[in-house]
């Protein structure tokens, strides 16, 4: 039998990859659809969050996954907004790239100093 701990961690996994998957499919659509209607945009959204409904939502800490916790709550609340298309998805561009942005800061580090680490090559 596994501890409670390992199925805690399972379902937390579970539903930051259903977040992660709702959130890429509707990104991608918004990328590659040429000619956006506010009602294709609710239909995609309503299909993409079938996968959110099979998992159930659980108390995210990490700082990147509550940002895309709430991108994903702001994607579902713009189908129901009076905006207009191009200002959401506009807004929903601008707000994954911020997210991305903030994940690659971390990854990548810039060197300080640079140049002067191949003083002692000379």
Known sequence: MAS???ID?????RYI???ERFHKS???YL???QNITKESYSKKVQNSQKVLNRV????IYKGDLQDLQKIVKKIISYQDS???IEEIKDDILYISN??????NSRRYKKEKHSSSIYDEWE
């Not at 159930?56 to 108390?59: F, K, L, P, Q, R």
């Open 98 to 103: 911020q997210l991305e942005k903030t994940k």
């Open 31 to 33: 990328l590659t659809t």
């Open 9 to 13: 961690n399972s379902l937390r996994l």
């Open 82 to 84: 009076d905006k207009e």
């Open 56 to 59: 159930e939502e659980i108390d």
């Open 26 to 28: 509707v990104l991608s």
């Open 17 to 19: 990859r259903a977040l």
């Open 4 to 6: 409670q701990k390992a």
